[in-house]
C-alpha cells in the first residue's frame, strides 16, 4: 500500500531528460517542480492489526486534521472566490463530522481489526455506490464528496506529501491524469506554473479555463503519471507540446533562454496594450474578451478591449450544488456591466450539458451527450430556470450594455421560443416597475452547421451572431471535442470550416448583422490574418491572446489577406491549408523577437 508506483520506462528519448510528447494546448514555457494529484500514487491494501485502539487513534488524528484543512479551504477559496462558490467545502466539513460515516470506519476497525485506511476506503466505496445508484442527480453528486473527503483523511493516514492541487503551497507544474472544470475553479491560479494532463484535448472546457489564465499547458501526455513524482524538476512547452522531466542543467539552460525570449516579446507586446486594433491598410477591427467571471473581465479590460464577447454564465450553475438565485445571478452580472465601463458585454446563456453538467440537475444519462440535452435544449425545457436568469440578465441590463446570447441555436424554432421567452420576462419585469434594457440587443452562437448554412435567414432575426468554432468544428466534422483519440482530426484548417465560417461573416456581412468569432479559432496566430481576409471585424479571444492578435493584425492588410483567402479557400486538405499558413504565418506564431 503506503509506497508510491515503481517508475515505469517512457517511450520518449532521455537526452538531458526524458522528452515526451502531448498536445501543446496554452502557449509558454514553465521550468519547475511537478506537484502530482497524489490520487495518482495510492493503492490502498487490506491489511490486519493486533492493536485495533492504535487504529482508532490514527484514524481519530488523521479525521482531525482533515477537518481543519476542510475549515482553511473554506476560508481561503471563500475568501478568493466568494463565499457562494465553496459551498461543497461546507459539505465535507458536514461529512466529516458525521457520525454515520465516521462511526462505521470505526465500527469496520473495531469488528475485522483492519488497517485505518481500508476502513475508510471500504465504508466510502458503500456510501459511494448508495450515492451513484439514486435517481436524484443532486444526491448522485455527493458520490464525489465522500470521494473527496475519504480520500483526504487517507492521504492524511498515509502521510502523503503535497497535499490536494486546492491547498498548493509553492509554485508548481500540477500534474493530473485529467482536470475537470470543477477542479479548475479550486487551484488557486498564482500558486500554478503549468498544467500537464495525461488525458485531456484541446476543446475541453478545463483546458479553455487553463488557457484563460495564461498559464502553460501540455494534455494528452502519454504515461506522465508512471514517470513523474511531486517534486520532480519539469519544464513545460506550451507552445510545442513537450514536457522535459528531470532535465540536465544544458537543458534547463535552453529553456530559460526560450523563456527569456518570450518574456521580451510578451515585454514588446505590452506596447500593444491601450493601442486601438487596426490592420496596416488602417482598418479598424474589434477585439473582445471571452471570460466566465469578473477576474478574467478586468485583466481583459486592462488591455483596452472593446468589451467581453463571451461571458459563460454556467459557472455560477457549476461552483455549488444548487442552482443560483435570481438575486446571486443579478449580482455578478450587474458588477460584469459595471466593471465593463460601458463597454459591451455579451452574457451567453447557460450552456450546461456534456462536459458540464452540474450534479444537482436531473440531467439523463444519454448515449450522445454532445448530441443531446444541452445549451439552449435544456433552457428551452427547463424554463423555470431559463426564465429566473432571463429576469437577472435584463434587470443587469439597467446598469450598462448587456446583451444576451443564446448557444447551439440549430435553427430560426428555437430562436424564436428563446426570445419570445425574453418578451415574456419583459412583460413581467414591466408590471412590476423593475428597470430594464428594453432595446437590449439579443444574438447567437453560429456553432451547429445548420445554423451556419441559414445564418442569413437567422441574421433577420437577430442583433448579432458569434460563431463559436469550438462546437462548430465538433459538429462539422464529427468529432467529439472530448475524445483524445480523434485530437488530430479537430482542426480549424480543415477546408469544410473554413468555408462554413465564410459563409456565416458573408451574410452577416449581406444582412447588416454583426459577426463575430468567439471560439479558439478567433486567437489562433495562424488564423487571425485568414479571418482578416475574410471580412471579420470582431475578435473574441482569451485574455492571454488579444495583445498578440493586436500585434498580427497591424501586421497584416486586408486587401492582401483577402487574396490569400482565395487561395486557401481553393485548397483541399487540412494539411495542405496547414502548411500554407505556416510558411506564410509562422512569425506570428512563433512569436520571436526581432533582435
Ligand atoms: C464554442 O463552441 O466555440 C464556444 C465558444 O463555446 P464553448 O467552448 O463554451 O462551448
Ligand atoms: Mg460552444
Given amino acids: 500500500m503506503r509506497g508510491k508506483r515503481a517508475r515505469a520506462s517512457c517511450s520518449g528519448h532521455s537526452w538531458g531528460g526524458i522528452f515526451i510528447k502531448g498536445i501543446g494546448v496554452s502557449s509558454g514555457i514553465a521550468i519547475g517542480r511537478a506537484f502530482v494529484d497524489w490520487k495518482e500514487h495510492v493503492e490502498i491494501e487490506k491489511e490486519y492489526v493486533d492493536d485495533v485502539e492504535m487504529e482508532l487513534d490514527r484514524l481519530n488524528a488523521a479525521v482531525e486534521v482533515a477537518g481543519q484543512e476542510i475549515q482553511d479551504l473554506y476560508k481561503d477559496v471563500a475568501s478568493r472566490l466568494g463565499r457562494d462558490e465553496v459551498e461543497m467545502f461546507a459539505c465535507h466539513g458536514m461529512m ?25 476506503r471500504s465504508v466510502a466505496d458503500k456510501f459511494i455506490h448508495v450515492f451513484e445508484d439514486m435517481d436524484d442527480d443532486y444526491l448522485k453528486s455527493k458520490a464525489d464528496d465522500v470521494k473527496d473527503v475519504s480520500a483526504r483523511i487517507c492521504r492524511l493516514l498515509l502521510h502523503i506529501e503535497g497535499g490536494d492541487m486546492t491547498a498548493l503551497q509553492e509554485k508548481s507544474i500540477v500534474v493530473a491524469r485529467n482536470f475537470t472544470a470543477s477542479e479548475i475553479v479550486q487551484i488557486d491560479r498564482d500558486r500554478v506554473l503549468g498544467f500537464v494532463s495525461q488525458e485531456g484535448t484541446l476543446a475541453s472546457h478545463s483546458i479553455i479555463m487553463a488557457r484563460n489564465w495564461g498559464v502553460p499547458a501540455v494534455v494528452d501526455v502519454s504515461n506522465i503519471l508512471d514517470v513523474v513524482e511531486t517534486g520532480d524538476m519539469m ?18 539552460e535552453l529553456y530559460r533562454n526560450k523563456q527569456a525570449c518570450l518574456a521580451k516579446f510578451n515585454e514588446k507586446l505590452t506596447d500593444m496594450k491601450m ?14 474578451a471571452n471570460g466566465d467571471n469578473i477576474r478574467d473581465l478586468r485583466s481583459a479590460m486592462e488591455k483596452g478591449i472593446s468589451g467581453i464577447g463571451l461571458f459563460r454564465t454556467e459557472r455560477l450553475y457549476m461552483d455549488r450544488d444548487r442552482l443560483p438565485t435570481e438575486s446571486e445571478q443579478l449580482g455578478v452580472y450587474k458588477k460584469a456591466v459595471l466593471d465593463a465601463g460601458g463597454k459591451t458585454v455579451i452574457f451567453r446563456t447557460l450552456d450546461i450539458g456534456c462536459d458540464k453538467v452540474p450534479g444537482y440537475l436531473n440531467v439523463p444519462d444519454e ?18 430556470i431559463f426564465r429566473i436568469q432571463i429576469r437577472a440578465l435584463l434587470r443587469a441590463s439597467a ?23 425574453i418578451d415574456d420576462v419583459k412583460n413581467d419585469l414591466k408590471k412590476e416597475g423593475i428597470p430594464f434594457n428594453p432595446n437590449i440587443e439579443i444574438g447567437v452562437m453560429i456553432e451547429v452547421p445548420s445554423a451556419a448554412i441559414i445564418s442569413d435567414l437567422i441574421a433577420r432575426e437577430v442583433d448579432f451572431m458569434s460563431i463559436g468554432t469550438n462546437d462548430l ?3 462539422t466534422l464529427a468529432v467529439d471535442r472530448m475524445n ?16 462554413l465560417v465564410k459563409t456565416v461573416i458573408d451574410n ?88
Fill in 367 to 384: 448515449e450522445n451527450p454532445a448530441l443531446g440535452y444541452r445549451a439552449i435544449r435544456l433552457s428551452l425545457s427547463r424554463a423555470d
Fill in 508 to 595: 452577416g456581412r449581406e444582412k447588416g448583422v454583426k459577426v463575430s468569432i468567439c471560439g479558439e479559432m478567433a486567437g489562433d496566430p495562424l488564423l487571425i490574418p485568414v479571418l482578416v481576409g475574410m471580412g471579420l471585424e470582431r475578435f473574441s479571444m482569451n485574455a492571454d491572446s488579444i495583445l498578440r492578435a493586436r500585434w498580427i493584425i497591424a501586421q497584416v492588410e486586408r486587401s492582401e489577406m483577402r487574396d490569400v483567402v482565395e487561395q486557401i479557400l481553393s485548397l483541399s486538405s487540412v494539411s495542405e491549408v496547414r502548411r500554407f499558413c505556416e510558411e506564410r504565418f509562422s512569425s506570428f506564431r512563433q512569436c520571436i523577437p526581432e533582435n
Fill in 399 to 421: 446598469f450598462g450594455k448587456a446583451k444576451i446570447m443564446f448557444p447551439m441555436i440549430s435553427g430560426v424554432e428555437e430562436l424564436r421560443l428563446a426570445k419570445g421567452l
Fill in 96 to 120: 466529516i463530522a458525521d457520525p454515520e460515516f465516521i462511526g462505521q470506519i470505526k465500527g469496520r476497525i473495531i469488528t475485522e481489526s483492519v488497517n485505518a485506511e481500508w476502513a475508510v
Fill in 235 to 252: 519544464i513545460v512547452d506550451g507552445m510545442d507540446g513537450v514536457i522535459i522531466l528531470n532535465p540536465d542543467e544544458e537543458i534547463i
Fill in 473 to 475: 468544428i465538433q459538429y
Fill in 484 to 499: 483524445r483519440n480523434l485530437s488530430h482530426l479537430f482542426s480549424p484548417f480543415h477546408p469544410g470550416v473554413l468555408r
Fill in 275 to 288: 493601442k486601438n486594433t487596426v490592420t496596416k491598410d488602417g482598418i479598424p477591427l474589434k477585439i473582445y
